[in-house]
């Protein structure tokens, strides 16, 4: 098994005003899946993606990647696994303002033992025409295709997506989950998707619903919806 949660709890605060998050969660992912990962505001879900993310820490349980054990790892090598590993898109773009398109993807490509082809990727993200133009030169979802490109350029093992759409208009929002789908096919990545939109779940070979810090659902689609036809 590719991805291996168990046991996983997280709370924040002390003593009266301490509000436990995460309650005893246990989740496996295979390689490859396009998982998404549903809730509302305060169920939990962000906080298990940066916990996955190893951007924040579990009080309790484990998480093993490939065979790995995350909470034995060094903060240093945690570091190096986070760099070589996984890829993070995020609602807002955090592009760096002085360096173009091309430069930005760039960036996530020095982070690599392995980058992908750089023209190649460019050409899938649809950015060709746009590639020497700076961020400020562009639509917001040309910003997010950016994004993608830095975080995907890195070839990574696990793709996690907090909210990539959350802040762009339903024209883009489709053309966003259209390019994540095709990531998915294309690189066989393996996709985490956290969104409150609950139509997002037809894209996905595993749907996960979380309420109260519990996984509430945890189903399979035997038939996907295309980006292309989802609508909401």
Partial sequence: MFLQLKGIRKSYGEKDYKVEVLKGIDLQIRKGEFTVMLGPSGSGKSTLLNIIGGIDEADEGNIIINDQVLKNLSRKDLEKYRRNHLGYIFQMYNLIPNLTVRENIETG???????????????????????????????????????????????????????????????????I??????????????????????????LADHVIRLRDGQIRENSYNKVKISAEDLEW
């Avoid at 133009?133 to 562009?138: C, D, S």
């Avoid at 994540?180 to 779940?201: G, L, R, S, W």
């Fill in 109 to 175: 490509a020095y982070l690599s033992r392995n980058p992908l082809d750089l023209d190649s990727l460019i050409k899938v993200l649809g950015l060709e025409d746009h590639q020497h133009k700076l961020p400020n030169q562009l639509s917001g979802g040309q910003q997010q295709r950016t994004s993608i490109g830095r975080a995907i350029v890195k070839n990574p093992d696990l793709l996690l997506c907090d909210e990539p759409t959350g802040a762009l208009d339903y024209a883009t929002s489709k053309e």
């Fill in 177 to 202: 989950l259209k390019l994540i789908e095709a990531i998915n096919q294309t690189y066989y990545t393996t996709i985490i998707m956290v969104t409150h939109n609950d139509a997002f779940k037809g």
